[in-house]
């Protein structure tokens, strides 16, 4: 059974920083890409970052320059650094695995829950 648990979400002013995790158990990350994507409220679910499996990284516009995508595969956890942070960054954060298609591979196993990061001051 693979899972992905999240953890460091939160309410932060503008300007500010926080750090978002994304824990990965049954399966290792060390060979797959990861990404962070995030839904605001009424908006449709955009990609803010990726990583691949040796280490490229792509962010959206965005957010460019101001968050940092890394991977620890040694913990199997999937980070996101988030700087400079600003109202337009609210929105609820998820983790994704690019596993591809197995079979008995369910939701849970490419997403995970979701964390809230709440910016406003």
């Known amino acids: 059974q693979v899972r992905l648990v999240q953890s460091g979400g939160g309410l932060v002013q503008p300007g500010e920083s926080l750090t978002l995790s994304c824990a990965v158990s049954?399966?290792?990350?060390?060979?797959?890409?990861m990404d962070w994507y995030r839904q605001g409220p009424g908006k449709e679910r955009e990609l803010v970052a990726s990583?691949?499996?040796?280490?490229?990284?792509n962010y959206a516009d965005s957010v460019k320059g101001r968050f940092t995508i890394s991977r620890d595969n040694a913990e199997n956890t999937l980070y996101l650094q988030m700087n400079s942070l600003e109202p337009e960054d609210t929105a609820v954060y998820y983790c994704?695995?690019?596993?591809?298609?197995?079979?008995?591979?369910?939701?849970?196993?490419?997403w995970g829950q979701g964390t809230l990061v709440t910016v406003s001051s």
């Open positions: 049954g399966s290792s990350l060390s060979t797959v890409a």
């Open positions: 994704y695995a690019e596993w591809g298609a197995p079979s008995d591979y369910d939701l849970d196993d490419y």
């Open positions: 990583i691949s499996s040796d280490g490229n990284t």
